[in-house]
């Protein structure tokens, strides 16, 4: 089953920190190594968008709206993917999901993040 698997989500208050996880266990090493890994959310009425990219060579993106309050990493060896989230706001609540920056694997079922004020 190629579809990843996220964890990691929960309720924090405004200002904490969070780290997420994605396991890519349906896909071996090989397959998952040359992708570009991307986090998504999707807040509650609005469209997903795109959070965090990471490409092969670990060369990282992000929206400006989380700039230098999330990182996004990987282990490829493992096949994981994560997203440490600090300062977190409550703008930042929503559903967290992995997959490759094109949207091409099948999407799984996230993991909530509710920040409260």
């Known amino acids: 089953q190629r579809q990843p698997v996220e964890s990691g989500g929960g309720l924090v208050q405004a200002g904490g920190s969070l780290r997420l996880s994605c396991r890519a266990s349906?896909?071996?090493?090989?397959?998952?190594?040359?992708?570009?890994m991307a986090w998504y959310r999707q807040a509650p009425g609005k469209q997903r968008e795109l959070v965090a990219t990471?490409?092969?060579?670990?060369?990282?993106n992000y929206a400006d709206s989380v700039k230098g309050r999330f990182t996004i990493s990987r282990d490829n060896s493992r096949k994981m993917v994560y997203l440490t989230m600090n300062n977190l706001k409550p703008e930042d609540t929503a559903v967290y999901y992995c997959?490759?920056?094109?949207?091409?694997?099948?999407w799984g079922q996230g993991t909530q993040v509710t920040v409260s004020s």
């Open positions: 997959n490759q920056d094109t949207g091409g694997l099948p």
């Open positions: 349906g896909m071996i090493t090989s397959t998952f190594s040359p992708l570009i």
């Open positions: 990471i490409s092969a060579e670990r060369n990282t």
